[in-house]
């Protein structure tokens, strides 16, 4: 196997990665959100932060990484139009998913306090977690631009 296919698999695998524990993590804790169980929550969240630090966050260093070499293999300029975008999205997607692993931290501790307590899960809960989600859309709008853009290149002067 030659370096660019090397680098191409593993551009595609830490994409998938990103968008696959996105949307798994999403779905959790969608769920068990649901379910107003402060210990399944708990459990839930804890999981997704372990998640998060270990497969997203390698992931968010390996894209870029893979994603540099595989347009210099290619000979792009690195100020493609199409490249521009997926940059400026590649940031947006950032700017959700940094404060979002902070707010399932928040999360998982407020569940775990309530479960501990035998307590409903707290106002300050629902409030953090109507952020949580709120921040997933553009970010996984994003990360779909950017697949697109991936894909087509298109040819925008």
Do not use: N
């Not at 949307?23 to 959790?28: E, L, P, Y």
């Not at 959100?33 to 630090?53: I, L, P």
């Not at 035998?118 to 977690?129: A, I, Q, T």
């Amino acid at each position: 196997m030659d370096a660019y296919v090397a680098i191409k698999m593993v551009h595609i695998l830490s994409g998938a990665v990103l968008f696959g524990t996105g949307m798994g993590i999403a779905f959790f804790m969608v769920w068990a959100h649901r379910g107003r169980d402060a210990a399944a929550v708990a459990h839930v969240a804890g999981t997704v932060v372990v998640a998060d630090a270990l497969f997203t966050a390698v992931a968010v260093i390996v894209q870029p990484l893979s994603g540099l070499a595989l347009i210099h293999l290619q000979g792009y300029a690195l100020t493609e139009p199409w490249l521009l975008w997926a940059y400026g999205l590649y940031v947006l997607t950032g700017a959700c998913w940094l404060p979002v692993v902070a707010i399932q931290i928040r999360l998982r501790d407020l569940a775990r306090a309530a479960a501990a307590s035998g307590e409903p899960l707290p106002p300050v809960y629902d409030r953090l977690y109507r952020v949580w989600l709120a921040l997933g859309f553009p970010a996984f709008a994003a990360v779909l631009a950017i697949y697109w853009l991936m894909i087509a290149k298109p040819a925008w002067t």
